[in-house]
């Protein structure tokens, strides 16, 4: 085997997993520290299964799509009625930076790094189903529609495909949520504060694209400006809106749509 990317993992007892559930904990070199995974590993003897990253949203961590927003479940469910193969699910810490770290550089730490690089080579190191022939994707809601965004587009040429809910669109939007100052979040790169920017620098290499809001979303202006902005770009990507807000009932029902978009890109 060849030489593990981490100092430290830690990988949760199988006698111990429920529902398909296992964690991960690395110690990483763009955290300076910890960082957590929880992964759904479906049941069945499967290799190089399609891994999803979905990414969580202000507030949050590692455990939220599955215990508030029944991730796994939702997957478990699409499998059994056979809507979509079977799939690997990581769900990462978005590094536990103040409220949120909007899954940019901050200082020392590089929080974007750290989801495209650092979760897919723990969960490859840790997780026998996944393997080099593994497609990747990746998702995520709110702060986590925004990094998912930004890092789908930055880094297209690991993912396979795009799926962002009620996102935030522009950095400005985090002072909407965090305590924290609005300049933590600057960059000199302005690739790492918009959405747009990133997708329209990386049009070239962007992989397949869906966005989807509520229409009492908070967020929901934003979502439709950035929807105009592709559009005028012609920059191929799918926009949809749902009834519902900001909320996990939403993003329980339109992960749906995400897995089943994946799905068809494998």
Not at 96 to 104: I, T
Not at 226 to 240: P, R, S
Request: one cysteine or more; proline letters at 5%; a negative charge.
């Amino acid at each position: 085997m060849s030489k593990s990317r981490f100092r430290t993992t830690e990988l949760s007892n199988p006698e111990f997993e429920l529902d398909g559930l296992r964690f991960i904990t690395v110690k990483s070199n763009n955290l300076k520290g910890r960082g957590d995974i929880c992964i759904f590993v479906p049941e069945g003897d499967h290799q190089h299964l399609p891994l999803i990253t979905l990414l969580h949203g202000v507030w949050g961590s590692c455990w939220v799509w599955p215990m508030m927003g029944n991730a796994h479940g939702v997957a478990k469910k699409l499998i059994s009625q056979g809507r979509i193969e079977p799939m690997i699910l990581a769900m990462p810490s978005d590094g536990l930076w103040g409220d949120g770290s909007a899954y940019m550089p901050h200082g020392e730490q590089d929080f974007e790094k750290w989801i495209a690089e650092d979760v897919p080579a723990a969960v490859l190191e840790n997780i026998s189903q996944v393997s080099p022939n593994s497609k990747h994707f990746i998702s995520g809601l709110s702060m986590g529609g925004y990094g998912a965004l930004k890092i789908g587009a930055r880094y297209g040429h690991r993912y396979a495909g795009i799926s962002a809910h009620s996102s935030i669109t522009a950095f400005d939007q985090m002072k909407l949520f965090v305590e924290e100052p609005e300049s933590n979040y600057r960059s000199e790169n302005k690739e790492l504060e918009d959405a747009f920017t990133s997708i329209s620098n990386h049009r070239a290499s962007l992989p397949p694209l869906r966005i989807d809001c509520g229409e009492s979303d908070l967020l929901v202006e934003y979502n439709r400006r950035l929807h105009q902005k592709l559009v005028e770009a012609q920059i191929k990507h799918t926009y949809e809106e749902f009834p519902g807000g900001h909320e996990w009932t939403y993003w329980q029902k339109h992960l749906v749509e995400t897995l089943v978009f994946f799905d068809s890109l494998c």
